[in-house]
């Protein structure tokens, strides 16, 4: 003997028509703020990244410059050093042959009155 309930289910699933899917309405769209749409961030911090990225490069071309410079610097410095030994030790002879033959009345000896001493060796 079938139950009042399960003869209800029976017809239920004969008779009944099928749903029609429900019809939504769609609504007015608003228009999107840019400022929350992910992709404007993405764009914002990617050029604010290859922004970055270029100062850092232009701060690292200008620390190679200036330490070639700096050497450059440190090779001219020893060339004026040099120079200036060189200068002193130049000037320096002819100052003192005057000092001597002005103080001590010493005179350079003629080439011909030059002579050499041997001393044995190879």
């Known amino acids: 003997?079938?139950?009042?309930?399960?003869?209800?289910?029976?017809d239920a699933s004969i008779a009944a028509p099928r749903a029609r899917p429900r019809v939504v309405s769609r609504?007015?769209?608003?228009?999107?703020?840019?400022?929350?749409?992910?992709v404007t961030w993405i764009v914002v911090v990617s050029v604010l990244l290859a922004g970055l990225v270029a100062l850092n490069v232009a701060v690292l071309q200008l620390?190679?410059?200036?330490d070639k410079l700096g050497?450059?610097?440190?090779?001219?410095?020893?060339?004026?050093?040099?120079?200036?030994?060189?200068?002193?030790?130049d000037t320096a002879t002819?100052?003192?042959?005057?000092?001597a033959q002005r103080r001590l009345g010493l005179v350079p000896?003629?080439?011909?009155?030059?002579?050499?001493?041997?001393?044995?060796?190879?």
């Not at 003997?1 to 029976?10: F, I, L, Q």
């Not at 050497?71 to 030790?89: C, F, G, P, V, Y």
């Not at 003629?110 to 044995?120: E, F, I, R, S």
């Open 1 to 10: 003997m079938a139950s009042w309930g399960a003869t209800a289910r029976a």
């Open 27 to 38: 609504r007015h769209h608003r228009p999107v703020n840019p400022l929350r749409s992910g």
């Open 63 to 66: 620390n190679v410059r200036l």
């Open 71 to 89: 050497r450059e610097r440190m090779d001219l410095r020893a060339q004026i050093d040099e120079l200036s030994s060189q200068h002193s030790s």
């Open 94 to 99: 002819p100052r003192i042959q005057a000092l």
């Open 109 to 122: 000896v003629a080439p011909q009155n030059t002579t050499y001493v041997d001393l044995g060796g190879k």
